[in-house]
C-alpha cells in the first residue's frame, strides 16, 4: 500500500519560469500596500487641523510629492485621479491653488526643515505647459528651503516636445518615468492609448539629452488581447532601449471603481492563470537580461540608485511604491495628493474644486486619512521589510496571531520561519502581497482590491 500524501502534496504545481502556481492563493484581492493602513482605511472628515499639526512638527528631511491631475488624452485603463487637459482656465485656476498651497506649507514649517527629494505625478505632469512647469519650480524655490534635492517626473511621451526637454535640462530634472504600457499596437487599441514605438523612441532620446540619469519604463501584463508573444516583443522592445528601470504591473481591471475602464471589453482579459505566466516570464525575461529584480514588480539595472539601495537594504515603499529616497516624511500637495507624517496619513480633497476654495481661504484641504496606532505602525513596518527585503523580524505575539493565515504559504514552501523571522523564499514574488497581507489586520473585511498577481 502506497503511504498517504497529504492534500497540499498530492499534485505536483503548475510552474512557470521557475514560479510554482497555486491558484488557491491568488483568489484573494490584496492591496498594493504603498502605504499601511492602505487608502481603503481612510476615513472622510476634516482633517486639516491634524494636516497643519503634522506640517509644524516636521524637523530635518522631507520629500514633495505634487500631484497634477490633468492629462491631454485620457486612457480607458487608467485608475489615476486625473480628467482632461482641454480647457486652459482650468488648469490657469489649478495651478494658483497648487503655488498657494506650496505658500500655505512652507509658511508652517520649521526652519530645520529641508527638502532632500520632489517628485511630480498624476495625471500627467507634461499635461501643462513646459513654462508653468518652470513657474511651479520657483515657487518651490522661493519657498522652501532645499537640500540639492533629487528631482523626479513622470511623463506622457504623446505629448513631450522640445520645449519640454529644454525645460527638464534647464530645471536639472535626473529621473523620470514614461508610461509605455505596452508596445503592441492592437492591444494600444484595445486600452485606449496609442503611441507608436518611434513615439516612445524619441522620448528616450530627449530625455537622455536632457540630463535624466535614471529612467523608468511602466509596463503592463494582463491586458486585453495580449499573450505571451506580445508581452515578450514588448519587453524585448523596451530592452532594446535601454531604461535604468522597469516596473511591470499587472492590469487591474475593476470598471465598478473606475467607469472609463467600462470601454475595455473584459472578454478580451487574460485569466488568472495567463497573468501569473506572464508576470513569471517577464521577471524571468528582464533579470535574464540583467536588470535586478526589485520587490515584487520592479527591475533596475546594477548601478542604478533603486538596485544599490535593494541590495544595501535601504529600500523603502511609500506612495510612489519602491523608492531609495531615505526621508521620513512625504509631503503631498495639490489636490487627493496624500501627506505621510509618522503617525497620520492625510489626503487633500480629491476634487480640484473645493481643493481650490480651501487654498484660496488660506485653508489646508485634507478631508481623508487615517491616525496610525502603534499596532499599525508594527504591522506596517512588517510589511514593507517583507515586500522591500523579504525578510522581517516579528514580534513573537504578533506572529502568533497570524500562524494559521501563513501556514499555507509555509506549506508552499514560499515562506520559511526562523525563529521570528518570516523569510520569502524563491519563486514568492507573485506572492508577495498575499503573504503581506497576512498581517493586515483590516483584511477580515470584503474590500475592493486588485488581483493578488
Not at 482605511?41 to 486639516?48: G, I, L, N, P, S
Not at 499635461?127 to 508653468?132: L, M, N, R, S, V
Not at 484641504?365 to 506596517?380: C, L, Y
Not at 496571531?401 to 507573485?430: E, K, W, Y
Request: proline share 6%; with cysteine; aromatic share 8%.
Amino acid at each position: 500500500m502506497s503511504p498517504e500524501v497529504s492534500p497540499d502534496r498530492a499534485a505536483e504545481p503548475e510552474t512557470f519560469a521557475g514560479w510554482a502556481y497555486y491558484p488557491d492563493l491568488l483568489e484573494r484581492a490584496v492591496p498594493r500596500y504603498t502605504s499601511y493602513p492602505t487608502a481603503a482605511e481612510f476615513r472622510d472628515d476634516d482633517f486639516a487641523p491634524a494636516q497643519l499639526a503634522g506640517l509644524r512638527a516636521l524637523r530635518g528631511p522631507v520629500s514633495l510629492y505634487l500631484h497634477i491631475p490633468y492629462c491631454d488624452r485620457i486612457c480607458w485603463y487608467c485608475g489615476c485621479n486625473t480628467g482632461a487637459a482641454n480647457r486652459t482656465q482650468r488648469l490657469a485656476h489649478y495651478l494658483e491653488a497648487l503655488h498657494r498651497e506650496i505658500e500655505l506649507v512652507a509658511g508652517e514649517l520649521d526652519s530645520s526643515v529641508r527638502v532632500s527629494r520632489i517628485a511630480f505625478g498624476g495625471g500627467s505632469p507634461n499635461a501643462i505647459a513646459p513654462t508653468d512647469f518652470v513657474r511651479l519650480i520657483d515657487r518651490l524655490v522661493l519657498n522652501l528651503r532645499l537640500d540639492a534635492p533629487v528631482l523626479s517626473l513622470e511623463l506622457d511621451p504623446r505629448s513631450l516636445d522640445a520645449d519640454w526637454f529644454t525645460a527638464i535640462r534647464g530645471i536639472g530634472i535626473e529621473m523620470a518615468s514614461l508610461g509605455v504600457q505596452t508596445l503592441d499596437p492592437g492591444v494600444q487599441q484595445a486600452i485606449g492609448r496609442v503611441q507608436p514605438a518611434a513615439t516612445i523612441a524619441r522620448a528616450v532620446d530627449g530625455l537622455r539629452r536632457a540630463g535624466v540619469r535614471s529612467l523608468n519604463f511602466d509596463l503592463m501584463y494582463g491586458l486585453p488581447g495580449q499573450d505571451d508573444a506580445v508581452l515578450a516583443d514588448t519587453i524585448d522592445r523596451s530592452i532594446a532601449m535601454a531604461p535604468d528601470r522597469v516596473a511591470l504591473f499587472g492590469y487591474a481591471h475593476v470598471p465598478h471603481l473606475i467607469a472609463r475602464q467600462a470601454r475595455i471589453d473584459a472578454r478580451n482579459l487574460p485569466d488568472q492563470r495567463a497573468r501569473f505566466r506572464m508576470a513569471a516570464q517577464g521577471h524571468a525575461h528582464l533579470t535574464s537580461a540583467g536588470y535586478r529584480a526589485i520587490g515584487f514588480d520592479h527591475f533596475a539595472l546594477p548601478d542604478d540608485g533603486l538596485a544599490r539601495a535593494c541590495a544595501a537594504g535601504t529600500m523603502r515603499r511609500n506612495f510612489q511604491g519602491f523608492t531609495d529616497d531615505p526621508a521620513p516624511v512625504l509631503i503631498g500637495l495639490g489636490a487627493s495628493a496624500i501627506s505621510a507624517f509618522p503617525g497620520l496619513f492625510v489626503q487633500n480633497d480629491k476634487n480640484a474644486g473645493p481643493y481650490r476654495t480651501a487654498t484660496a481661504a488660506g485653508r489646508l484641504s485634507g478631508t481623508r486619512g487615517i491616525e496610525r496606532s502603534a499596532d499599525d505602525r508594527a504591522r506596517g513596518a512588517v510589511i514593507e521589510a517583507l515586500l522591500c527585503r523579504g525578510d522581517a523580524t516579528v514580534e513573537a505575539a504578533l506572529l502568533d496571531t497570524v500562524a494559521g493565515r501563513l501556514a499555507p504559504f509555509i506549506a508552499h514552501d514560499l515562506v520559511r520561519l526562523d525563529a521570528n523571522r518570516v523569510i520569502l523564499q524563491r519563486g514568492s514574488q507573485a506572492y508577495a502581497r498575499s503573504i503581506a497581507a497576512v498581517f493586515d489586520s483590516y483584511r477580515s473585511e470584503v474590500r475592493s482590491f486588485s488581483s493578488a498577481v
